[in-house]
């Protein structure tokens, strides 16, 4: 199955054409394309041989259950075990976003005509819960560099000596940074400097629609991709 082209900021017309009131099966359709881009896969085990069932988007898996198990494109997403409408969550999800000083449960409540605060609440927090990891991310101009911290090796505790990492015999700890621009800072300890540990820092650290990384002669920057 083709993966849509991830939409950065989309206006309200665009998502309205996107997901038409009451066109559940367009959401499903849209969640389908972005869960399983290589083909649907069950999600307890993994196993990509799942039988369609004729009700639409849900599937069986023989893998897991001797006597099939069947589950949604929802199964295993917040959107399960909701009463509310796939494009309700689509429509706040995208409320969300958008909105750069972001929405009260109230606002959202009243917006999307629900009935209790709570419900609006619960999924607003579900939303953003799962939107945490990229948005921790480190955007725009960023700069990495590593340092050494700590005392020597010989001034530690017996039991503390064994595989402390850093510079051979220095003992000292390899932290690898991240800063923004004027913003944020990712500092982590790492094992060595070995170019796939830093990279797996940047990976974790960085986004991948950064600008521009400033490397000041760092030992990694040769092992980092455009
Ligand atoms: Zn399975």
């Not at 599937?59 to 589950?71: K, L, M, P, S």
């Amino acid at each position: 199955m083709r993966r849509p082209k991830s939409v950065h900021q989309m206006t309200s017309a665009q998502f309205n054409t996107m997901f038409p009131v009451g066109d559940e099966d367009a959401c499903k359709a849209y969640l389908v394309a972005r869960r399983w881009p290589d083909g649907v896969k069950c999600p307890r085990c993994g196993n990509a041989k799942v039988y369609k069932l004729a009700s639409g988007f849900h599937w069986q898996c023989e893998v897991c259950a001797t006597d099939g198990y069947r589950f949604s494109c929802i199964a295993g997403t917040i959107f399960e075990n909701t009463n509310k409408p796939l494009r309700d969550w689509f429509k706040v999800t995208h409320l969300i976003l958008t909105s750069k000083k972001g929405m009260s449960a109230r606002q959202l409540g009243r917006y999307m005509g629900f009935g209790s605060v709570k419900t609006a609440w619960l999924m607003g927090h579900k939303i953003r819960t799962a939107l945490i990891e990229p948005e921790t991310k480190l955007g725009g101009i960023v700069e990495v560099d590593e340092t050494f911290i700590g005392g020597k090796a010989k001034n530690r505790h017996d039991d503390k000596r064994d595989g402390v990492p850093g510079p051979t015999g220095s003992g000292k700890a390899i932290v690898a940074g991240a800063i923004r621009r004027k913003g944020n800072v990712v500092a982590r300890v790492i094992e060595n400097l070995r170019a796939s540990t830093l990279q797996a820092f940047v990976n974790e650290a960085v986004s991948h629609r950064v600008s521009l990384l400033c490397t000041d002669q760092w030992v990694g920057c040769h092992c980092l991709g455009a």
